[in-house]
């Protein structure tokens, strides 16, 4: 690039740009009230949840508090894998893969983890005998509210709803167009064992307790058990503050009549962590708790501004269900990605704060009792694809809750290492956790004859998620939280890898073993000649990439702290002997130490392509030929398949600078999916923008933000790269506020698919290096912490 550089001062703090003032509001919304709880609207505050179905006359609030669960804490260890662990391998070893599996399921897996429950629902009922005309409701992601406007006995209602983060409330003001015409009934219910009472006239109280026990399958005698001694307890407190009126109660509800307006305050605490369950008090007035509200929101998602090219006005004309069909038909309509796009930010602005837990499988978003994968945390993808936004979309805060999480699976993690492997150094996770941090292989023991090895033969849930403390460093620059916190954990599991890690006697390559790609499976033929379906083998593409990525963060790191050295140097001797990675007949990167026929090639895990995205060990311009491999694995798996797996292949696909490859697939992700087709297969967008799995996970509008970024900027490489992979529709646009690995944000504008303005803010300060994709030039700058370069 022939770029001019010139340095301004910038007053951000060392995480974070300022904030971005622009007039554009971004809404989803509807002339109709949902049906089902696919298309209600989402509100939260990263702690409690509600999803707002939007009915005039009869309003109902699904509830959720993060902390809610079955279960309590439990030693799941299983201390008879220990012994078996020589026995799998050595089955892995002669080819025995049927053995090595039994042999697993026999000892080594451990109870299911706990379920993620909802609280309560709050249910407002209007006291009018017309009927309600002119429905319209919204949700601002802008300002993080829920409107609801209708016309009823002549007169015109407004419902305004919103959660608030600083003053941990959900607040609903109900107001009309004419004096004393707000008359309410005010109920709570829920479907775990509550109580419902009044405290004078205007307080509604739900007590309620989680079940000691959810099962994990239909088949279980023991389905949904309550103890009397164990479980989260919790409550739930509704306010009612009319101006004007008259209030009554009876033992379970509130109502009131003739008021001028209502707002309602609903808070809510648990037992998890405050075993008092003291709700704390709100005496704020209601302009008060809204401004508060919205400035802490906007604070964090207005940092960031896209623009993908012109308006199209006769698009947003239409409800956003309707604009979504469209979409298949008619992927130009840039403000509909756009809008999807910050719907995913502020999804996670929603459901992950500092101090609380972080997102799960549904956000905090959850309906069922026994909900679909119990909504806890999987980690061996869908966890950690909920973070991938919060660096580089930058709200990094709302990464801490995990932060925090893997500070607790540290812990736990160590002694399963020590009692189901004899490693006494280090921790370790498997591929599913809960809001008690358990660590241990899943599987029911060896009593569900649906436990499989596939999955729960898998302890590097750890490693994965310790790049994500790299990350967080990598973009932030905070040596303080690298010393403190990050690098700590990441020699942890660093400690238990270099353990677990074997030496090929025959080529004396480390390798894992056993090792399993997440959730897949492959065909082998047996000594007998027979062909058999395999779950466990060696050094599966995903173990060597996970171990590369683990030990290149930790000389990184231990090298910036200056410490550790001779730790360093084991780190750097075992990652150059791990074992290579391989490619087969077909040109692709094998999943598996052998060229296995695969029983589902179109499998929705594509988990050997970690080193090329989230990982950063395949680098088209440095390993062309691992590249290539990649891009013949992606064209066999195929563009379909659920949610979460299409939001994957997008940040695939950008990786290797295929702009329109990656936009298809983000086209395939928008196809419209109607909630009552529960029989429906492959992926695709609920009516509110959730992601269909199906059912719901929220996993795909985070990687599929995560993904458009990628599409716009990398910075994985050791330099930024601008517009690597921009698709043929959006030849001019602008981001502002994204940020980049080294401590920089970036704000650039691009016309015909070149940038023609650029600054970078430092904020760290160092070396910048740049590149366009439309140029070979790399452009150097030597920066300094908290300045803006005008580059372009």
Sequence with gaps: MNMKVRSIWFSGCIFLSTTLTFGKEYKLWYNAPATVWEEALP?????????????????VYQLNEESIWSGYPQDWNNPKAANALPQVREAVDRGDYAKA???????????????????????????????????????????????????????????????????????????????????LHIRLNSLLRYTVQTKG????????????????????????????????????????????????????????????????????????????????????????????????????????????????????????????????QDPTDNGLTELYYQYGRYLLIASSRPGGLPANLQGIWNRHVQPPWGSNYTTNINTEMNYWPAEIT????????????????????????????????????????????????????????????????????????????????????????????????MKGAAEFLLQWLQKDPETGYWITNPSTSPENRFRYIDKEGKKQNGEISRSSGMDLGLAWDLLTNCIEASTVLDTDKAFRQQCMDVRANLQPFRIGSKGQLLEWDKEFEETDPNHRHVSHLFALH??????????????????????????????????????FWARLRDGNHAFGILKNGLRYVDATQVSVRGGGTYANLFDAHPPFQIDGNFGGTAGIT????????????????????????????????GGFTIDMEWKESRITRLSVTSHSGGTCRIREATSPHEEVIETEKGKTYQVK
Aim: charged letters at 20%.
């Design 43 to 59: 509100i939260g505050n990263g702690r409690i949840g509600a999803m707002v179905y939007g009915n005039p006359l009869q309003e």
């Design 101 to 183: 599996s039994e042999l697993w399921k026999a000892n080594a897996q451990g109870p299911y983890t706990a379920r993620y429950l909802p609280m309560a629902n709050l249910m407002l009922d209007q006291l009018t005998r017309g009927e309600a005309r002119n429905l319209y409701r919204e949700l601002n992601i802008s300002n993080a509210l829920s409107t609801v406007t209708y016309e009823a006995d002549g007169v015109k209602y407004r419902r305004t709803s919103f959660i608030s983060y600083p003053d941990q409330v959900m607040v609903i003001k109900i107001a009309a167009d004419r004096p004393q015409a707000v008359s």
């Design 201 to 328: 006239e205007k307080t509604l109280i739900l007590n309620g307790k989680a079940p000691a026990y959810v099962a994990n399958r239909d088949y279980d005698p023991h389905q949904v058990v309550y103890d009397d001694k164990r479980g989260t307890q919790f409550k739930v407190q509704v306010e009612l503050l009319p101006d004007g009126g008259h209030c009554e109660a009876n033992d379970s509800a509130l109502t009131v009549r003739n008021a001028n307006e209502v707002v309602l305050l609903l808070s809510a605490v648990t037992d998890f962590g405050n075993k008092k369950m003291t709700l704390k008090k709100c005496k704020r007035p209601y302009q008060e708790l809204l401004q508060r509200h919205t400035d802490d929101h906007q604070q964090l998602f207005n940092r960031l501004q896209l623009s993908l090219g012109t308006e199209n006005l006769q698009k947003e004309a239409l409800p956003t269900n309707e604009r979504l069909k469209s979409f298949e």
């Design 394 to 489: 930058n709200l990094p805060e709302c990464f801490l809750p995990l932060s925090d999480f893997i500070g607790r699976l540290a812990v736990n993690g160590a002694q399963t290492a020590k009692v189901n492997y004899g490693i006494n150094r280090g921790w370790l996770a498997h591929h599913n956790s809960d809001v008690w941090a358990q660590t241990a292989p899943t599987g029911g023991y060896d009593s569900d004859p649906k436990g499989a090895p596939r999955w729960s033969c898998w302890p590097m849930a750890g490693v994965w998620l310790c790049q994500h403390l790299w990350e967080h460093y990598a973009f932030g620059g905070d040596k303080k939280y690298l010393s403190k916190t990050a690098y700590p954990l």
């Design 614 to 651: 989230p990982g950063r060990q395949i680098i088209p311009e440095q390993q062309p030929e691992l590249a290539a491999a990649c891009q013949r694995t992606l064209e066999i798996r195929g563009d379909g398949g659920t949610g979460w797996a299409m939001a994957w292949k997008i940040n």
């Design 710 to 741: 990628e599409m716009l900027l990398q910075s994985h490489a050791g330099y930024i790269h601008l517009l690597p992979a921009l698709p043929d529709n959006w030849q001019s646009g602008s981001i502002k506020g994204v940020r980049a690995r």
